[in-house]
């Protein structure tokens, strides 16, 4: 099925392609929604209910939420709307797969850079089919992925201390604006270390599943296993022992 999964998320990205969208606000500013977002999702909701009839779906657009079934799928249709508004290339679609309680399917495409991130639990994580895996670098010289909870400032002052705490024991950080290319950077190798203090479930589920296949690991803030259907701060690194140093940075500021 993920060969059927792929297929639908590239003819989904030529909804993205368009510059005529029209862009509103979700509460404010800094959350927005453009009509290339829900036109993508309505496609992929309704071609992936073909590929498994009867399943449940969690989506960030339009409230589209039913948890209650075997499968559920977690979409977001476009990770990093505002940086798609600008025309900033890191954006993506992403679907991942929920079994029960466990994520076994992952795909997240950046159509602008032609980086297609697909995992099954199981099989191995790949980039353009191409098998992928998490880097050996050291703590000292990781890159850490990383934001300002830009929807709730609240929690800027907590994040910016743990930003400087953690680059100051690491090699830099970066700020791409996308949860799930950042998740599938450390995947792939090109980043070690992540951190955002939250997100939805949406930005992580798929991405999730690619990096966990590629050797990497992932917890919450406290270093609980992510559930895929909430809300979360969500941590993640290359190896155990980066992952360790990395939550004890945290959890000193929590």
Request: hydrophobic share 40%; charged share 20%; aromatic share 8%.
């Amino acid at each position: 099925m993920i060969n059927s999964v792929i297929e639908i998320v590239r003819r989904a990205s030529a909804l993205m392609k368009s510059s005529d969208f029209e862009i509103a606000q979700k509460g404010d500013i800094a959350n927005i929604v453009t009509t290339s977002d829900v036109a993508v999702q309505e496609f992929l909701c309704r071609e992936l209910e073909t590929l498994v009839p009867g399943c449940g779906f969690l989506c960030e657009e339009e409230d589209e939420h039913r948890l209650d079934k075997e499968y559920t799928w977690i979409i977001d249709p476009i990770d990093g709307t505002a940086n798609y508004s600008r025309g900033i290339a890191q954006c993506a679609i992403c679907v991942g797969l929920k079994h029960h309680d466990e994520m076994v399917m992952g795909v997240v495409y950046i159509p602008y850079t032609q980086e297609l991130f697909h995992a099954e639990k199981g099989k191995g994580a790949f980039l353009n089919g191409k098998p992928i895996h998490v880097s050996d670098r050291s703590f000292s010289n990781s890159i850490m992925c990383t934001a300002l909870a830009v929807y709730h400032k609240e929690y800027a002052q907590i994040c910016s201390e743990i930003i400087v705490e953690a680059f100051s024991q690491i090699n830099d950080i970066r700020r791409f604006g996308a949860a799930a290319p950042e998740l599938c950077y450390v995947a792939m190798g090109r980043c070690e270390l992540y951190f955002e203090y939250i997100l939805s479930p949406w930005d992580y589920a798929a991405a999730s599943v690619i990096l966990s296949e590629a050797g990497g690991m992932l917890t919450d803030l406290h270093g609980n296993r992510l559930t895929g259907i909430t809300a979360t701060g969500v941590l993640a690194a290359n190896t155990e022992e980066n992952l360790n140093r990395l939550q004890h940075i945290v959890q000193s500021r929590i």
